[in-house]
């Protein structure tokens, strides 16, 4: 009789159901070489005593540990927390296990061995990145998995030839956005650009950038501002905008955060939104809908991009798929009141 305090183990299966050690550990693993008799007697056995195989033995085993690693920054911000649920919601649906090593903030790749190498020492199957500044880091990343097989796949991020990658064109949003102030018959445009180190930024900022100069505007530096993302960088930003350019008839922001803060320095300044300036964001967040003018902005699909990096490396660790693929995911202009003002919106 084994004592409460017993741990069982296969020895103890083996003894009970007349089989070795190594013809247990065939049943454990659903291996096909065992006639049908023996398995019954073996999982009779592992019933009876309640026996459960060690996770750890059976990755040995498998070489799998159902497990995956990401890498992210900015846990703080909307898009990569959305991103993370719709990693972690995927990875539930197959099975998998997801853990989570987070750059320090304000931190980019620069090293990102401690981070990988904390993921790749519990036997991930594979590595999810979602980080700000991928554009010069590529030989770091591969640097950092000298000796490890684990496929790895970008999020929010085009990296090159060596990566898959799942993401929006952000430069692309942006255009259309302009293109919509432009079509309102704004002239004079601004932007509240994200911090240079997030590669959303530099794409956001370019999309600017090519739209006016598709529209023949003016697109010196002095139109832009950077912020940090939140609500308070941007109204710092576009209190230095109307400072350099008092005749701003519109500004894009980079993300939802920092619309709200120009929307304060502008009502605090006595301007209009948007009779005076217009307004508009990126992301799209709930509140967006909520804000008061209601904000102009551009919906991307964060969850649904955290669900195809999960599917994407569940191919690439299965056989499945090779890597090095870019899959596009679109972004979606909402018109509200910060452009065309409430009387001017269609009911929904």
């Given at each position: 009789?084994?004592?409460?305090?017993?741990?069982?183990?296969?020895?103890?299966?083996?003894?009970?159901?007349?089989?070795?050690?190594q013809?247990?550990?065939r049943?454990?693993?659903?291996?096909?070489?065992?006639a049908?008799?023996?398995?019954?007697?073996?999982?009779?056995?592992?019933?009876?005593?309640?026996?459960?195989?060690?996770a750890?033995?059976?990755?040995?085993?498998?070489?799998?540990?159902n497990?995956?690693?990401?890498?992210?920054?900015g846990?703080?911000?909307?898009?990569?927390?959305?991103?993370l649920?719709?990693?972690?919601?995927?990875?539930?649906?197959?099975?998998?296990?997801?853990?989570?090593a987070?750059?320090?903030?304000g931190?980019?790749?620069?090293?990102?061995?401690?981070?990988?190498?904390?993921?790749?020492?519990?036997?991930?199957?594979?590595?999810?990145?979602?980080?700000?500044?991928?554009?010069?880091s590529?030989?770091?990343?591969?640097?950092?998995?000298?000796?490890q097989?684990?496929?790895?796949?970008?999020v929010?991020?085009?990296?090159?030839?060596?990566?898959?990658?799942?993401?929006?064109?952000?430069?692309?949003?942006?255009?259309?956005?302009?293109d919509?102030?432009?079509?309102?018959?704004?002239?004079?445009i601004?932007?509240?650009?994200g911090?240079?180190?997030?590669?959303?930024?530099?794409?956001?900022?370019?999309?600017?950038?090519?739209?006016?100069?598709?529209?023949?505007?003016?697109?010196e530096?002095?139109?832009?501002?950077?912020?940090?993302?939140?609500?308070?960088?941007?109204?710092?930003?576009?209190?230095?905008?109307?400072?350099?350019?008092?005749?701003?008839?519109?500004?894009?922001?980079?993300?939802?955060?920092?619309?709200?803060?120009?929307m304060?320095?502008?009502?605090?300044?006595?301007?209009?939104?948007?009779?005076?300036?217009?307004?508009t964001?990126?992301?799209?967040?709930?509140?967006?809908?909520?804000?008061?003018?209601?904000?102009?902005?551009?919906?991307?699909?964060?969850?649904?991009?955290?669900?195809?990096?999960?599917r994407?490396?569940?191919?690439?660790?299965?056989?499945?798929?090779?890597?090095?693929?870019?899959?596009?995911?679109?972004?979606?202009l909402?018109?509200?009141e910060?452009?065309?003002g409430?009387g001017?919106?269609?009911?929904?």
């Amino acid at each position: 009789m084994l004592g409460s305090r017993h741990r069982v183990t296969i020895r103890d299966v083996a003894a009970l159901s007349g089989v070795s050690t190594q013809t247990v550990s065939r049943v454990i693993n659903d291996r096909p070489d065992v006639a049908a008799d023996t398995r019954e007697r073996v999982e009779g056995a592992i019933a009876t005593l309640g026996y459960r195989p060690s996770a750890v033995a059976r990755t040995l085993v498998a070489r799998r540990s159902n497990a995956i690693g990401v890498l992210l920054a900015g846990m703080g911000y909307t898009g990569t927390t959305l991103t993370l649920a719709g990693i972690v919601d995927e990875a539930a649906h197959l099975g998998l296990t997801v853990l989570i090593a987070e750059l320090p903030e304000g931190d980019s790749l620069d090293d990102p061995r401690p981070a990988i190498s904390a993921l790749a020492e519990r036997h991930v199957d594979g590595i999810i990145m979602s980080v700000p500044d991928v554009g010069h880091s590529v030989d770091r990343i591969r640097a950092a998995l000298p000796e490890q097989r684990e496929p790895v796949v970008f999020v929010k991020a085009g990296v090159s030839d060596t990566y898959s990658s799942v993401l929006v064109d952000n430069a692309a949003a942006v255009e259309e956005v302009v293109d919509h102030l432009v079509s309102i018959g704004r002239t004079r445009i601004g932007h509240i650009s994200g911090p240079g180190s997030w590669h959303e930024a530099h794409d956001r900022r370019e999309g600017w950038q090519r739209a006016l100069h598709k529209h023949e505007l003016d697109a010196e530096p002095g139109l832009c501002e950077e912020g940090d993302w939140s609500p308070g960088s941007g109204a710092t930003a576009m209190s230095a905008l109307l400072d350099r350019r008092p005749d701003l008839d519109a500004v894009v922001a980079a993300n939802d955060g920092m619309a709200l803060g120009a929307m304060h320095t502008l009502r605090g300044r006595g301007l209009r939104i948007p009779e005076d300036v217009a307004v508009t964001g990126f992301d799209d967040i709930d509140e967006a809908a909520w804000f008061a003018p209601t904000l102009t902005s551009v919906g991307q699909p964060l969850e649904e991009m955290g669900r195809q990096a999960v599917r994407r490396l569940w191919s690439e660790f299965n056989g499945e798929a090779t890597p090095a693929v870019v899959i596009p995911l679109r972004a979606e202009l909402r018109i509200r009141e910060s452009t065309i003002g409430a009387g001017d919106l269609e009911p929904e």
